[in-house]
């Protein structure tokens, strides 16, 4: 498996207006999930994680909140290297 890369939505997105906290994260070139800073989240976890539709079979969790980006981008590289 590649190195996991965040771009943000509005570089790595043609058409759509994203916000600044709007990140795709992309293996190998293709966008395999996303980090954001949710709107409505468990109180002190903003930041959701999630794999992308298509890539989250056999993997567990798909999902989830955490405190800080930094801390999401390594919840989704945990799940996303799970066979």
């Given at each position: 498996?590649?190195?996991l890369v965040l771009k943000r939505a509005s570089a790595s997105r043609v058409f759509g207006?994203?916000?600044?906290?709007?990140?795709?994260?992309?293996?190998d070139g293709a966008?395999?999930?996303?980090?954001m800073k949710a709107a409505a989240a468990?109180?002190?976890t903003p930041w959701m994680w999630s794999l992308g539709?298509?890539?989250?079979?056999?993997?567990s969790p798909i999902y989830g909140y955490e405190a800080t980006r930094e801390a999401a981008m390594t919840a989704f590289a945990k799940s996303w290297r799970r066979q």
């Open positions: 498996m590649g190195q207006e994203w916000r600044e906290d709007d990140y795709d994260v992309l293996a966008v395999v999930g996303r980090i468990p109180v002190g539709y298509g890539y989250h079979e056999d993997r």
